[in-house]
T-cell receptor, first 113, second 112 residues
Framework: DGGITQSPKYLFRKEGQNVTLSCEQNLNHDAMYWYRQDPGQGLRLIYYSQIVNDFQKGDIAEGYSVSREKKESFPLTVTSAQKNPTAFYLC????????????FGNGTRLTVT | RKEVEQDPGPFNVPEGATVAFNCTYSNSASQSFFWYRQDCRKEPKLLMSVYSSGNEDGRFTAQLNRASQYISLLIRDSKLSDSATYLCVVNSGSSNTGKLIFGQGTTLQVKP
C-alpha cells in the first residue's frame, strides 16, 4: 500500500548493538520520514529527508542516524546511544507539500533486551 | 501544551451510534489537517483530509474550526469495523516542510 516497504517486521537485538531498519519506496517521492510510536503516545518524528543527500533532525533524533544516498532508500540506524530503543518504528513517504498526507510502511517492531 | 491534543478515550459505543472526536492544535499557522486511522499493531492509514469548508466521505464528516483551533471527526451509523484508533494530524508550520504532528490518538470500540 503506497509503495513503501519496511523490513524486517520484527527485530530483536541485544543492548549495546547498533541495528539498521530498512525503508524503501518506489513512488519516486522526494520526502521520507521516520517515526517512532510508543504505547499511549502519538507518533514522534525522528528524522526526515526532503531530498537525496539531505536530511533533518526531528523531535527525538538523539541516538539515531540516517542516510539518504538514494531517493528510494532511507535506512534508520538505532545506535547503542539510544536509551529506550524498544518501540514500533514507522517509515513514511510523501510529496514535499504542506497539504500532502503521508503514506506509511508496515512498520518494524524492535525489541532490545 | 502539546501541539496536537486528543481525548484518548476509549469511546465505547453500540453499533449504529453516532460518535464525534475532537482535536485541538496550538500552532495557529497550521494549514493542513488530516485524520488517520490505525488498527492495532498496524501502520496508520489516511482516512481523510480536512478542508476549511468541511468535507464528508460516506459516514464520515470532518470539520475545521480555525478560530478555535480544533478539528473534528463525526462517524455516523457506527460499524464494528470502525473500531480502531483515530489519529489527528496537523502540519506544524506554514512552509513547505511536509512535517506533520500527530496526536496521541482516540480509541473507538464499537460493540454489538
Amino acid at each position: 500500500d503506497g509503495g513503501i516497504t519496511q523490513s524486517p517486521k520484527y527485530l530483536f537485538r541485544k543492548e549495546g548493538q547498533n541495528v539498521t531498519l530498512s525503508c524503501e519506496q518506489n513512488l519516486n517521492h522526494d520526502a521520507m520520514y521516520w517515526y517512532r510510536q510508543d504505547p499511549g503516545q502519538g507518533l514522534r518524528l525522528i528524522y526526515y529527508s526532503q531530498i537525496v543527500n539531505d536530511f533533518q533532525k526531528g523531535d527525538i533524533a538523539e541516538g539515531y542516524s540516517v542516510s539518504r544516498e538514494k531517493k528510494e532508500s532511507f535506512p534508520l540506524t538505532v545506535t547503542s546511544a539510544q536509551k529506550n530503543p524498544t518501540a514500533f518504528y514507522l517509515c513514511a513517504d510523501g510529496v514535499c507539500s504542506y497539504n500532502s498526507p503521508l503514506h506509511f510502511g508496515n512498520g518494524t517492531r524492535l525489541t532490545v533486551t | 501544551r502539546k501541539e496536537v491534543e486528543q481525548d484518548p478515550g476509549p469511546f465505547n459505543v453500540p453499533e449504529g451510534a453516532t460518535v464525534a472526536f475532537n482535536c485541538t492544535y496550538s500552532n495557529s499557522a497550521s494549514q493542513s489537517f488530516f485524520w488517520y486511522r490505525q488498527d492495532c499493531r498496524k501502520e496508520p492509514k489516511l482516512l481523510m483530509s480536512v478542508y476549511s469548508s468541511g468535507n464528508e466521505d460516506g459516514r464520515f464528516t470532518a470539520q475545521l474550526n480555525r478560530a478555535s483551533q480544533y478539528i473534528s471527526l463525526l462517524i455516523r451509523d457506527s460499524k464494528l469495523s470502525d473500531s480502531a484508533t483515530y489519529l489527528c494530524v496537523v502540519n506544524s508550520g506554514s512552509s513547505n516542510t511536509g512535517k506533520l504532528i500527530f496526536g496521541q490518538g482516540t480509541t473507538l470500540q464499537v460493540k454489538p
